[in-house]
């Protein structure tokens, strides 16, 4: 293979910059609205060892069974393929809440995270097999308000993000372990005799895992599943009136929803409360991401009994409603000045003056190469500066630079010296992009 025949591995894409400037703006919003609520960054390894997923996940779930991206080292301690790489945030999470003894902290913990993830997906329109979340957890505490407090922090940034009126909330109640239980065992029942009329695919999850019938795409399943029992009638009082109240602060924080049956969520380990921001018009086919209850997967990983609730968004997927909705990301990726200059002398005093406009805070670009200044000028046109300054000989004998407007096509000369306060003073104070370690603290956070 030639060099000129690489190409990004099947599933994957590069992020380029002008989608990096949505990574970075959606990123921004999601560290706003967190901190905002008490959450903190946590970063978990990008693989781990593979039970964590099976046992948490669930080993008849698609992921697990398909997409698991496995991980073999030569020199492997715990045997060929003890790691996968991450599919999702919260088993690892979970993991490092055991870990760690934060079940010590005040509770709950609340953590948000930002990352690339990995499944080994058949790759499909706006998705692949490395792609992007942003995750929120609250652990160590149950109770209807938390779950409707998560859910408005993940309103607020897709309402930050203006993409908010294009989605509907789905909510469901699913109910505990035990209530799940009985509604497959009445579910098993009910497909004796029908399970002949079912898709291939739908025939193997009645095997494996039941639930997944319920959102399923197949026609003649769906049409089967009008005269099943409902998972409605298993659910015990007590997580009917949990749910009840989930939906009354849900009404009272003035946030809408549609309760829907069929919502169950893809892995085993959610409980009682599932919900999904869906397309308006496509449904769950351009989903931006969801979440749920999991009060019983720290125990199965090895903790004590302990509840918790998370979310996730796929990032890729918000970009498209982004971009579909005519909403451009802001950045500040413009080239305010570019500097041109000509012969060893003009160029050394350049860039001693890009040096000092940069550290003032002007975009800056120039003293590049050895081109004519004609040349230069083609460069900064083309990079889209607003102004540009140009050096030759005269110019370094004289002490002075010549400041050209490149909207107005107008040009003047300047005393060397009287560059940088003329070019800030054309700017303006307010557009200038300082920035100091100092004001990080406090707030100090990796853009990834």
């Not at 802001?330 to 350049?350: I, N, R, S, Y």
Request: proline share 5%; glycine share 8%; with cysteine.
């Amino acid at each position: 293979m030639t060099e000129a025949q690489f190409r990004t591995p099947k599933g994957t894409h590069d992020i380029l910059p002008e989608d990096n400037r949505y990574m970075t703006y959606i990123k921004k919003a999601v560290r706003h609205r967190a901190r905002q609520a008490g959450y903190q960054r946590i970063d978990t390894p990008l693989f781990e060892r593979r039970d964590i997923f099976e046992r948490g996940i669930g080993e008849h779930t698609d992921i697990v069974e398909k997409e698991l991206f496995l991980v073999s080292s030569p020199h492997a301690e715990d045997g060929e393929y003890a790691f996968a790489l991450r599919p999702e945030f919260t088993a690892g999470i979970c993991r490092s809440y055991i870990e760690h003894s934060m079940d010590q902290l005040p509770q709950p913990v609340e953590f948000y995270s930002i990352g690339p993830l990995f499944r080994h997906d058949r790759p499909q329109k706006g998705r692949y097999r490395q792609f992007h979340q942003c995750n929120l957890e609250v652990i160590g505490l149950k109770d209807p308000s938390i779950d409707a407090q998560l859910i408005q922090v993940v309103s607020k940034i897709f309402g930050d993000l203006q993409i908010l009126d294009r989605l509907t909330l789905q909510i469901n109640n699913i109910g505990m372990a035990e209530n799940r239980q009985a509604y497959i065992a009445a579910l098993r029942e009910y497909f004796i005799g029908k399970e002949r009329n079912l898709p291939d695919s739908d025939r193997q999850r009645l095997e494996t895992n039941p639930l997944r019938l319920l959102d399923s795409k197949e026609e003649d399943t769906q049409i089967l599943l009008k005269s099943a029992p409902t998972l409605d009638q298993f659910l015990s009082d007590e997580s009917k009136e949990y749910h009840q109240t989930v939906l009354e602060y849900l009404d009272t924080l003035g946030i809408p929803y549609e309760q829907n049956p069929g919502l169950v969520r893809g892995l085993d380990y959610y409980t009682q409360t599932v919900f999904e921001f869906w397309d308006q018009h496509t449904g769950s086919q351009n989903a931006v991401g969801g979440g749920g209850r999991y009060d019983g997967l720290i125990e199965l990983l090895g903790g004590k009994p302990t509840p918790g609730i998370g979310f996730a968004g796929g990032m890729e997927r918000i970009i498209w409603h982004m971009k579909e909705a005519d909403i451009p990301a802001p950045h500040k990726d413009q080239v305010d000045v570019f500097v041109a200059q000509l012969g060893p002398e003009a160029k050394k005093q350049c860039l001693l003056l890009i040096s000092q406009l940069r550290d003032r805070g002007v975009h800056t670009l120039g003293a590049l190469g050895e081109a004519s200044l004609k040349s230069q000028m083609r460069h900064a046109d083309k990079f889209g500066a607003k102004f540009a300054l140009l050096m030759g000989q005269m110019e370094v004998k004289e002490g002075t630079i010549i400041l050209r407007d490149m909207a107005a096509g107008k040009q003047q000369h300047v005393s060397f010296d009287e560059a940088i306060p003329t070019v800030i003073k054309l700017l303006g104070e307010k557009n200038l992009d300082t920035y100091s370690i100092k004001d990080a603290l406090g707030y100090v956070d990796a853009d990834t």
